[in-house]
């Protein structure tokens, strides 16, 4: 079982940067590769990014490429999430999300095979 908790969004306006964090429990964090996901009012949940369980491979969905950057600290078990450049349509509930992997290079996007789901933490940007 991994507990996931999400803290860092708020309020910030259009060009700012905000960076998320995801605190996992349990000792098997390193096996988990790691996504975050959004979901804006009145759509669907949607990818953001992800991270092998090493950090050896990312995934950046089209949107928010060469404006977000996804990492992890294995020690700390924790995954972060810096978001550059804000702009309106990025404001969302986001969510992080553990997926148990065997393989160092193993990422995936799609929302069904990940395992475990944070509460999610609101991120508002003002235009």
């Known amino acids: 079982q991994v507990q996931l908790v999400e803290s860092g969004g708020g309020l910030v306006q259009a060009g700012g940067s905000l960076r998320l964090s995801c605190a996992a429990s349990?000792?098997?964090?390193?096996?988990?590769?790691m996504g975050w996901f959004r979901q804006a009012p009145g759509k669907e949940r949607e990818f953001v990014a992800a991270?092998?369980?090493?950090?050896?491979?990312?995934h950046y969905a089209d949107s928010v490429k060469c404006r977000f950057i996804i990492s992890r600290e294995n020690a700390k078990n924790t995954v972060y999430l810096q978001m550059n450049s804000l702009k309106f349509e990025d404001t969302a509930v986001y969510y992080c999300?553990?997926?148990?992997?065997?393989?160092?290079?193993?990422?995936?996007?799609?929302?069904?095979?990940?395992?475990?789901w944070g509460q999610g933490t609101q991120v508002t940007v003002s235009s």
């Open positions: 349990g000792r098997t964090f390193s096996s988990y590769a």
């Open positions: 991270i092998s369980r090493g950090g050896l491979s990312t």
């Open positions: 999300a553990a997926d148990y992997s065997g393989r160092n290079y193993y990422i995936t996007t799609t929302e069904g095979d990940y395992d475990y």
